[in-house]
């Protein structure tokens, strides 16, 4: 079965060795994907807007690899404050209120950025017609 690979070109892809997502056969799985943009925080401290920027990037990195936000059946979400959960789930919502993936949201210590609020993570699954 083929691996395919997909950068966004992330400083961290090559120093810690990673790709934004790999598809392999009709499984498509997306790394930790957070709010940066080249050297930018996009949504500053805001953690909805965070959020919805994340989303955006793990969906380009889908359709990159033949997918859609559609497709996706796991989503796992890491937080640096707990209490903004109502935000954080209101954007994660407003994408997948009716595609209803599993999820997972768990508080953590810190992100690799000082000013990132929220890290998610996707896994979709194609298909059989792709």
Known sequence: MEKQLISSG???ENIVGYSRAVRVGNIINVAGTTAVNGEEIIGGNNAYEQT???LTKIEKALQ???GN???VV???MFVTDITLWEEIGRA???VFSVIKPVTTMVEVKALIQPGLLVEIEA???LSASY
Request: proline share 0%; glycine share 10%; no cysteine.
């Open 10 to 12: 992330a400083v961290w």
């Open 64 to 66: 990159e690899a033949g």
């Open 92 to 94: 994660h919502g407003e």
């Open 74 to 76: 796991r989503t796992r």
């Open 123 to 125: 896994t979709a699954i």
């Open 69 to 71: 936000l559609t497709d």
């Open 52 to 54: 919805k920027f994340i």
